[in-house]
């Protein structure tokens, strides 16, 4: 497989994981409605994002890119923002959720870890977009 498409898959595979987060959360909203269980969590969103996810998402993208050749057009610029720091947080964001159960006051280090390291591997692959 080349570069590009690791790159494909990895974008899609953050966004069935955004996607899975959602519908938990709508679940989880859907189960209060109905008075069957406690009210969801504020950040029991998978737009809800630490700026720490967003940080390990743009050094392991400009590390990434270091050792590409680049040209930096507006166009490049507005790729890497998107699919190399916004959604790969979002997803790391999304794997969070997913393994707190919405719970995010009582994630562990490793639902952090993980998250770090889907945030960082999204960052790095993002790079075979360009």
């Avoid at 719970?103 to 993980?114: C, I, K, S, Y």
Wanted: proline share 2%; charged share 15%; hydrophobic share 55%.
């Amino acid at each position: 497989m080349t570069v590009e498409q690791i790159a494909v898959v990895a974008l899609a595979v953050e966004v069935a994981v955004m996607v899975l987060a959602r519908v938990g959360t709508e679940r989880r909203h859907w189960i209060h409605f109905k008075k069957r269980g406690r009210a969801p969590q504020s950040r029991d969103d998978v737009t809800r994002v630490s700026a720490v996810l967003y940080a390990v998402a743009a050094v392991a993208m400009a590390a990434a890119t270091a050792g590409t050749r680049v040209e930096l057009t507006l166009s490049a610029v507005g790729t890497f923002a998107f699919f190399g720091v916004l959604i790969p947080a979002f997803a790391a964001n999304s794997v969070m959720v997913l393994a707190s159960r919405g719970q995010m006051n009582n994630a562990t280090g490793w639902h952090r870890g993980l998250a770090f390291t889907v945030a960082a591997a999204g960052g790095v692959v993002s790079v075979g977009l360009l």
